[in-house]
């Protein structure tokens, strides 16, 4: 009867523990899931406010800024969609491409992707990713844009003699004011201290460059090819011609003229009128 009673008492006991026990790993199953699963309105989320299209310029450092609130032990990576390529991980770069750099300061919420020497081929959508089951991603756009150089009023001006010649070249989108900004006159570079006098330069260095080329009491020499060639940008033309009191229709605006005068109207009507009295035809 005691035999009885021990072995009875045995199976409770173990029956008990391999409760507890399934209890014990059901309750670490059950964390190990709230980890992986964000809480319903509490998990990491995107601040949509920080602006997804940027723009840069050739040449010049470029910041991909990632905002995410209550990350948690989740990590924030950024992928280039392109060619699906992993960039970065956390803090840690995971690309040969020694230009491109996970950038974040502790205990912020903002993960930036900085790209040094950007070039226009590296323009495209970059995708921010938080590591939660599933991912959650937010694209950002950039656009890498080439300094350029026009001159206002290009590619033909009619200027009339004894006038004075403007030439107004825009340098934009240049990663830095163009140290120099030189012109030429038919390949040849602008002596402004020779002894025609009378030529004058006035360059305003920003964001937007601005030179300015002024040629008092235009002749027939200063007829040509202008040029606009500022140090770190292509160089920009003008053809600028002086006229000496002609206004061939041609020219204007470096087009032709399709206006019919009275004579040619009358040349090319003539013919008609004379079919229609003759042959008695109705219009």
């Known amino acids: 009867m005691k035999r009885h009673y021990s072995m009875e008492l045995n199976i409770f006991v173990f029956l008990f523990l ?14 190990d899931v709230m980890q992986e699963t964000p809480t319903p309105g509490a998990g990491p989320t995107f601040d949509t406010s920080v602006p997804g299209n940027l723009t840069g310029l050739v040449g010049k450092t470029a910041y991909l800024n990632c905002r995410v609130k209550n990350l948690g032990n989740r990590t924030v990576s950024w992928v ?4 699906i390529h992993l960039l970065t991980v956390g ?4 690309t040969s491409d020694q230009r491109f750099e996970s950038v974040h300061s502790p205990h912020t919420e903002d993960w930036t992707l900085r790209i040094r020497y950007p070039q ?6 970059y995708e921010c990713q938080i590591s939660t089951t599933p991912p959650v991603g937010h694209p950002v756009y950039l656009s890498i844009v080439e300094p350029t150089t026009e001159i206002i009023g290009g590619p033909e001006m009619y200027i009339n003699i004894g006038s004075t010649i403007n030439l107004t070249c825009v340098v934009s989108f240049a990663p830095e004011p163009p140290p120099t900004v030189l012109w030429r006159h038919n390949r040849k570079l602008i002596n402004f201290e020779n002894s025609r006098g009378g030529i004058s330069l006035v ?14 009491k235009a002749d027939k020499a200063d007829n040509g090819i202008y040029s606009c060639d500022p140090s770190t940008a292509a160089a920009a033309t003008i053809h600028v011609h002086i006229l000496n009191g002609e206004h061939p229709a041609a020219m204007h605006h470096g087009h032709g003229s399709s206006h019919l005068g009275p004579p040619m109207l009358a040349a090319f009507l003539l013919p008609i009128l004379t079919n229609i009295f003759v ?3 109705v219009l």
């Open 120 to 125: 226009k081929e590296d323009s495209g959508t």
């Open 80 to 83: 280039r969609h392109r060619d």
């Open 279 to 281: 042959n008695g035809l």
């Open 91 to 94: 803090r840690y770069t995971y």
């Open 203 to 216: 360059t305003e260095k920003g964001v937007v460059t601005r030179s300015r080329l002024l040629i008092q």
């Open 18 to 31: 391999s409760h507890q026990g399934a209890a014990h790993t059901k309750r670490y199953l059950m964390n």
